[in-house]
Nanobody, 117 residues
Framework: QVQLVESGGGLVQAGGSLTVSCAAS????????MAWYRQAPGKQRELVAS???????EYSDSVKERFTLSRDNAKNMVSLQMNSLKPEDTAVYYC???????????WGQGTQVTVSS
């Protein structure tokens, strides 16, 4: 079992920055992929950024060049640095992790990011 605890988020003005972090805990062999998704009101959940243990992060086109995903494999943590935030980035941000033995996915509880114009 994997528990994901998210932190960060909050309210920021357009053009500002925020960081959301996620730490995985519990009983597991290792975590393969860690990712951030987001869901805005009335919209489907979408992938923002993801990273495996060894590869470089990948980003959605909407956040490329503005967001930076970093991962600490030793601590099973991932952070998403969000710069040049726009009102359309407003959403609940969810951490997602895949446990590598059975390739089962786990979700965090979500953290709200609100960007005011």
């Amino acid at each position: 079992q994997v528990q994901l605890v998210e932190s960060g988020g909050g309210l920021v003005q357009a053009g500002g920055s925020l960081t959301v972090s996620c730490a995985a805990s519990g009983t597991f062999y290792s975590i393969s992929t860690m990712a951030w998704y987001r869901q805005a009101p009335g919209k489907q959940r979408e992938l923002v950024a993801s990273v495996t243990r060894a590869d470089e992060p990948e980003y959605s086109d909407s956040v490329k060049e503005r967001f930076t995903l970093s991962r600490d494999n030793a601590k099973n943590m991932v952070s998403l640095q969000m710069n040049s935030l726009k009102p359309e980035d407003t959403a609940v941000y969810y951490c997602y992790a895949v446990e590598s033995r059975f390739y089962k996915g786990y979700w965090g509880q979500g953290t709200q990011v609100t960007v005011s114009s």
